[in-house]
């Protein structure tokens, strides 16, 4: 586990969402950064789209991700 220094702004902003969504700070920022990161290997597809592959039950590393070829945008 490492360190990420963020605004304290966008630490307010995890913090406010974390409570709605009834995740822990660290969760709700973890599940923004993967949301992201699926975002840019996959640009074409929506954000409903994206959270059902995070929440598909398969452990998306950035490596698996690497593997997969991106989907060229029509």
Do not use: C
């Not at 709700?28 to 039950?57: H, N, V």
């Amino acid at each position: 586990m490492g360190i990420v220094k963020i605004s304290e702004e966008l630490h307010e902003e995890i913090r406010e969402a974390s409570g709605v969504m009834a995740r822990s700070i660290n969760a709700q920022a973890e599940f923004w950064i993967k949301i992201g990161m699926l975002a840019e290997f996959y640009p074409d597809l929506t954000y409903t789209q994206l959270t059902r592959k995070l929440l598909s039950g398969k452990d998306l590393p950035l490596a698996m991700l690497k593997a997969e070829p991106a989907r060229e945008a029509v």
